[in-house]
């Protein structure tokens, strides 16, 4: 049965991104936003619910190896993977805003991580822990990250972009709004259908918590950004597609792990510096590559494709 309800949510999540991705871009028109603003909030946030989900409901109950180890490797894997695989279908271009601010912020988001699990190397502390206070802080960069979009969204609706962005055919609002929301519904349950089934066959193998929350949960719950960004690719939607990928991993660290800390403090397994440390220096990496050309080729999407081919590799064999 695990197996069927796999394929059920891989389903799910295909048509789902295919009719979010044509919803959010018409609404963007209709709205004047650029499409890069709604990938970084209405795509970002849609397509980060199941590690939103997963992640809180994993505190909840006490998991929290899975609750970090989902957050860190979804983000290793959109900036790695994703980012790869669809600058590999289609070269990715890259906004100025989007490499002076949007990849700097999601640097600055994972470096306060490393900064606020370091307890026991910069406060002595007798063990590494995700207090609520740490939470609370996280959630404040959020609504800082949240008022510089309302910001951009505001300054950007003026006439002359609106009428260059005006498509043919844009559809009607309610149009949009429904497939959009059906997209989105599909996508969230298309993917909880994955990480349940998948889960289940992953204990049935014997895999350890932190390995299940780095792999198989941080895959399926980044199937969602996957299968977006790559159908906003092929659509030529590629600010979408980007915007999707840097808006997740700011939204997973900021808002997933701030609303889990608050929730309930997280303790820290030491295994996991190294993983956040491989998500800062590929964060790192994609700013470079966005540096050339303004846009990310597919040579360089290829190399992000074999970085996380040999980091799965090795957390394998770690764990």
């Known amino acids: 049965m695990p197996y069927v309800l796999l394929i059920i949510g891989f389903i799910l999540l295909i048509k789902g991104a295919d009719y979010f991705v044509d919803g959010s871009s018409k609404i963007a028109t209709k709205l004047r936003v650029p ?73 600055l988001a994972s470096f306060a991580l490393f900064v606020l699990i370091s307890d026991v190397h910069l406060h002595g502390a007798d063990f590494n822990i ?25 300054n950007s609706r003026d006439d002359e972009l609106g009428e260059k962005m005006i498509p043919e055919n844009p559809g009607t609002w309610g149009k949009n709004i429904f497939f959009t929301l059906v997209g989105l519904g599909a996508i969230i349950y298309g993917g909880h259908l994955v990480v349940d089934s998948s889960t289940t066959i992953a204990y049935s193998f014997g895999m350890s918590e932190t390995l299940v929350g780095l792999t198989i949960i941080a895959i399926g719950t980044s199937l969602p950004e996957l299968i977006t960004s790559i159908t906003a690719a092929l659509k030529k939607h590629s600010d979408i597609a980007l915007g999707n990928i840097v808006g997740s991993s700011i939204f997973n660290i900021l808002f997933v792990l701030g609303i889990a800390a608050t ?28 540096l050339t ?12 494709t074999l970085a996380y081919i040999l980091y799965f590799i090795y957390i394998i064999i770690r764990n």
């Open 130 to 154: 995700i207090t609520r206070s740490d939470g609370i802080i996280f959630l404040l960069f959020f609504s800082i990250f949240m008022y510089y979009i309302y910001e951009a969204a505001r």
């Open 293 to 304: 050309q303004c846009k990310v080729s597919k040579r360089e999407g290829l190399l992000l």
């Open 35 to 107: 499409p890069l603003l709604v990938g970084l909030t209405i795509v970002a946030f849609g397509t980060s619910s199941p590690e939103g989900t997963v992640s809180i409901i994993a505190a909840l109950e006490g998991s929290t190896d899975v609750t970090l180890g989902n957050v860190v490797g979804s983000n290793i894997l959109n900036i790695s993977l994703v980012v790869g695989l669809t600058a590999f279908i289609s070269p990715l271009k890259v906004e100025n805003d989007t490499i002076r601010k949007e990849i700097p912020f999601t640097f």
């Open 263 to 290: 929730i309930a403090p997280l303790p820290v397994n030491n295994k996991i510096f190294f993983d956040v440390t491989v998500m800062i220096i590929l964060t790192i990496v994609l700013f470079v590559f966005a």
